[in-house]
């Protein structure tokens, strides 16, 4: 295995950790919050933002990897004939290149929001958690799942064999 792969390897697992990480302060934070609004009848009161900024963290997070992985539902009505034709790999080539190049508009969108976020001086309601910083982790994991796509997009084309030695 090359070194390039132990390193994508390596890194992909940080952003599982990230999400892991908001999944359990998430569940924390809701038992506490159930706990304290039905014995005390006190609850969280930054709760709803929380568990918002946590959901973004944590769908954003693995979106790269999922993408790679082959996460994502799956409509396979195309893979009898693509199969029957030994392009599959061309097929699967074209899927990744096209919804990597089609996240540059989100891209594009969500940073303009961001930074129209921080010019205003957006903040939480609660907690004043600056709403750009949301804007720009999601920002950069949609960039960065753009960037993974297009590269395994090129991978199914001119080494086709790497992906297939990778994923045993």
């Known amino acids: ?73 799956a409509v ?22 096209l919804s990597g190049a089609m996240l540059y508009w989100p891209i594009q969108r969500v940073w303009i929001l961001a930074e129209r976020a921080r010019d205003y001086g957006d903040v939480t309601e609660y907690l004043s958690i600056p709403t750009y910083l949301v804007g720009w982790f999601i920002t950069a994991s949609v960039a960065i799942t753009a960037l993974v796509m297009i590269a395994t997009g090129l991978l199914h084309l001119f080494a086709p064999k790497t992906l297939t030695e990778t994923s045993q």
């Open 76 to 97: 396979d009505l195309t893979d009898g004939i693509f199969n029957r034709l030994r392009l599959s790999h061309v097929r699967d080539a074209l899927v990744y290149l």
């Open 1 to 73: 295995m090359t070194p390039l792969i132990q390193l994508v390897r390596r890194a992909s697992v940080l952003p599982v950790i990230v999400a892991c990480t908001a999944l359990f302060i998430l569940m924390v934070m809701t038992f506490c919050d159930v706990i304290l609004r039905s014995v005390f009848n006190a609850p969280i009161e930054a709760a709803t933002e929380l568990t918002r900024i946590l959901m973004a963290i944590l769908v954003f997070s693995v979106l790269p990897i999922i993408s790679v992985t082959n996460g994502h539902i």
